[in-house]
């Protein structure tokens, strides 16, 4: 793996020496997941913004058409009970 320079403040750098010990990892492995998860992060952000955006453009005929369906398969259900 390539290596970088990381400057982290005092503080920090203590918070993740005392989690790399508790978790019996190297400090790089703790620095390094929590990048991964930084940036899955965003990723999911980025996926929650896409499926509002699809609900917000009324899939499947909109909010009217699924309760129509809705009503229709529960009374399916219902009748089959």
């Known amino acids: 793996m390539p290596q970088m320079s990381l400057y982290l403040k005092d503080k920090t750098l203590e918070s993740v020496k005392a989690k790399a010990a508790a978790s019996k990892l190297p400090v790089s ?10 940036l899955l992060t965003d990723e999911r952000k ?11 453009d009324e899939p499947l005929g909109g909010m009217k058409a699924w ?3 809705h009503k229709e ?3 399916a259900d219902d009748s089959r009970g």
């Open 29 to 38: 492995q703790i620095v390094r997941l929590a990048v991964e998860q930084y």
């Open 46 to 56: 980025s996926a929650k913004g896409r499926v509002i955006r699809f609900l917000k």
């Open 67 to 69: 309760k129509a369906l």
């Open 73 to 75: 398969r529960a009374e």
